[in-house]
């Protein structure tokens, strides 16, 4: 039997340099969409995932993460004078039980599967880890990650969030390299990963966004410091060195992926949370009528 996922990897570490200016003092994952933070929407999703311990690989300037995660005792008590009960709830709600979660530094920027390394004394040789990239935001019924667990629990082993791009785009992705595919189209076996291939080098068009159920392997494989595309150490090539180690399987979850490491997919992403809203769609979809 598969051993559950209860820790979860979230790398922070990024600069934000495609939202400057304003990331320059504020983490691109506290960027909101709607009236919630990016990495608030990612903690949300593996906290309904059954994800126990929260994992945060920062970097410098990245304290507004661990404030958002913490008491505000002056803004708890103003509220609490003047009967804001729902605020005061919707902060509650946030707050994690004290040792649920940590926090390291990841002191150069070396890439994903170095950001991933860092965490390595925080997971146990024998449990598997789940890590979540805060760009990339899910709207779906069921989370993301709470479908993936599903699967792993069918399959074990590694389990990877895929969905099918336009061949142009390979290049910004990992791509995998598929075997076997389920009856229903959903899990596709992993036979090999190839980061940011060209197009007509592309394996596939499938490709890899930013969620990963991987077994502790993973950090003997990063811990070989190999640098790959870009110069840096890629989580991508430590997972393709563990093919065939253990059961490794895509899983083409439910849901719309946006991309809030770029402007405009960011900017789709307020608009399709919005229209998700009771209390604003109706209005939001008014002010949208100004602008076919």
């Known amino acids: 039997m598969a051993k559950p996922v209860r820790k979860a990897i979230f790398p922070v570490g990024g600069l934000g340099t495609r939202f400057l200016p304003a990331t320059k003092a504020m983490p691109k994952e506290m960027l909101p969409v709607v009236d919630r933070p990016l990495i608030q929407y990612a903690v949300d999703e593996a906290r309904a995932a059954g994800i126990e311990e929260f994992i945060f690989v920062t970097g410098r300037g990245k304290g507004a993460i661990e404030d958002h995660f913490d008491h505000s005792y002056e803004l708890e008590d103003s509220l609490r004078e003047r009967g804001k009960e729902k605020e005061l709830k919707l902060l509650d709600d946030m707050l994690m039980r004290p040792g649920q979660v940590a926090y390291l530094r990841q ?6 599967g170095h950001a991933v390394w860092c965490a390595r004394t925080l997971v146990d040789d024998d449990e598997p880890v789940a890590v979540l990239l805060a760009d990339d935001l899910i709207l779906a019924e069921e989370s993301c990650l709470a479908q993936m667990v599903e699967a792993y629990h069918e399959t074990g082993g590694n389990i990877l969030a895929v969905m099918d791009v336009p061949k142009e ?7 995998v390299s598929p075997g076997e595919t389920s009856a229903d189209g959903r899990l596709v076996e992993v036979k090999g990963l190839v980061e940011k291939p060209e197009p007509d080098k592309a394996p596939s068009t499938l490709a890899v966004i930013g969620r990963y159920i991987l077994q502790p392997d993973v950090f003997k494989h990063l811990a070989k410091g190999q640098k790959g ?5 890629q989580l991508t ?3 393709a060195d563990m093919i065939g180690e253990h059961p490794f399987h895509g899983l083409r979850f439910d849901g719309q992926r946006f991309d809030c490491g770029s402007k405009i997919g960011f900017l789709e992403a307020n608009i399709a949370f919005g229209l998700e809203r009771e209390d604003m769609a109706g209005d939001l979809r008014e002010i949208l009528k100004n602008y076919r």
């Open 229 to 233: 595309a870009g110069g840096e150490i």
């Open 237 to 239: 090539d430590a997972m």
């Open 169 to 175: 785009q390979t290049k910004a992705y990992g791509v």
């Open 107 to 112: 002191q150069e920027p070396m890439g994903l």
